[in-house]
């Protein structure tokens, strides 16, 4: 019954964030973002390190996957899109690369493992890079330069900070796994999942222009980067390191969600293309759904 409710809460909640809109309620996905990357998600990193098997699970290993993944993500986009205009390439290469490794799929791989350690150690040099690498990226294609101030964003990002905080403080912090006040401390860090469905409604462009993916060439660009060549980049990725279990669901799933909504904000400070990056992220998200849960249905993950 707890998983059936787990699963429910999916979409139900992702609705709710859709009405929370629509009724103007003065709650912005900005600010949803807020709370969910400097409190609730830096809590359940730090909780996760504190209590993670590193034994079973490489550190080294699920991030190198990470990065080899986003690596191939950036060359095959930058080659299918080699001859557009610079604005053009950028919006299909930075959207295309860096995805929603946060905010959509950990409610998923919650609700069907109950398990977020290897989703976190996968999301975060991805997040890592997407404020770094991505920012100088959309920078340079949108306005011909490149911000260095970022690196120490980069830095002092809350969710790498607590990953630090939480590997380094194992060996001191056995005791406190045990206590009535961790309990409480990974509650609130367990937050991140359902607030996260709540700003993935409150954050996807809604418009019938965003249901256009295939009538704006860049828009087709990234879903199809994102939809069709990327999950088939991470099955070959499985098919090569032969993971088991939930790194390889995890791999998967990854693999099918589309860009970020963070990137709609960072595609219009850098001047690329805004409706192209919002019609790739409205209706794949819903697809990016359907497909997992079908994949789930019928145990393929």
């Not at 080659?79 to 610079?86: D, I, K, M, T, Y």
């Amino acid at each position: 019954m707890d998983d059936i409710i787990k699963v429910a809460m999916v979409p139900a909640l992702m609705l709710l964030g859709i009405a929370l809109r629509q009724a103007k309620t003065g709650l912005k996905a900005s600010h949803m973002e807020l709370l969910i990357l400097y409190f609730t998600l830096p809590i359940l990193m730090f909780t996760q390190m504190l209590t993670m098997g590193i034994d079973k699970l490489s550190l080294g290993g699920i991030a190198g996957v990470s990065l080899v993944y986003l690596a191939l993500c950036f060359f095959v986009s930058y080659w299918s899109c080699r001859r557009l205009p610079s604005k053009e390439k950028g919006t299909v290469v930075f959207n295309a690369t860096f995805f929603n490794s946060m905010f959509l799929p950990f409610p998923l791989i919650y609700a069907f493992y109950g398990d977020l350690s290897v989703a976190l150690l996968f999301s975060l040099p991805i997040a890592i890079l997407h404020n770094t690498l991505g920012v100088f990226m959309a920078s340079y294609w949108g306005h011909g330069k490149i911000e260095r101030k970022t690196i120490i964003r980069a830095i002092t990002f809350p969710p790498f900070v607590a990953f630090l905080i939480g590997v380094l403080a194992r060996p001191m912090l056995a005791d406190f796994v045990s206590s009535s006040a961790f309990s409480a401390l990974s509650t609130i860090g367990l937050l991140t999942v359902y607030l996260s469905l709540v700003l993935v409604g409150l954050a996807i462009p809604l418009s019938k222009d965003s249901l256009m993916v295939f009538r704006n060439r860049v828009a087709g660009l990234i879903t199809v980067n994102r939809m069709l060549i990327s999950p088939i980049l991470a099955l070959i990725l499985v098919a090569v390191l032969n993971p088991v279990g939930i790194v390889k669901s995890t791999i998967i799933i990854m693999s099918l969600m589309p860009p970020g909504f963070t990137n709609l904000v960072i595609t219009s400070r850098f001047g690329l293309d805004v409706e192209a990056t919002c019609q790739s992220i409205f209706l794949p998200s819903l697809v990016s759904v359907g497909i997992v849960f079908a994949l789930r249905f019928f145990v393929l993950i």
